[in-house]
């Protein structure tokens, strides 16, 4: 398993942008695929984003796709999500977990990181 920890969220003003971080601990952080998920207050926890190991495969939610970009820097053992057009709705903890399959189901990650608050005002 790998050790998460995310970073970079915020208050931002619906509209703007925020970029998070991860950052993972493991030498074996480039076989793992790498997800972002969100959990809004009172709501279950959805899928946001993934990255596929190689980096060549991404994946979004229907509700952020044009709006956020999934990267990865596995020389740096970094994740990143950066969330641009921000709403309201994406008011949530972000949560990055990893996981050996090729998958959005969040059951299938098996490493999670403690997650970041992102509050968006109207």
């Known amino acids: 398993q790998v050790q998460l920890v995310e970073s970079g969220g915020g208050l931002v003003q619906a509209g703007g942008s925020l970029r998070l971080s991860c950052a993972a601990s493991?030498?074996?952080?480039?076989?793992?695929?790498m997800g972002w998920f969100r959990q809004a207050p009172g709501k279950e926890r959805e899928f946001v984003a993934a990255i596929f190991w190689s980096g060549g495969n991404t994946y979004y939610a229907s509700s952020v796709k044009g709006r956020f970009t999934i990267s990865r820097d596995n020389a740096k053992n970094q994740v990143y999500l950066q969330m641009d057009s921000l709403k309201v709705e994406d008011t949530a903890v972000y949560f990055c977990?990893?996981?050996?399959?090729?998958?959005?189901?969040?059951?299938?990650?098996?490493?999670w990181g403690q997650g970041t608050q992102v509050t968006v005002s109207s």
């Open positions: 493991g030498r074996t952080f480039s076989r793992y695929h």
């Open positions: 977990a990893a996981g050996p399959g090729e998958t959005t189901l969040l059951s299938e990650y098996t490493s």
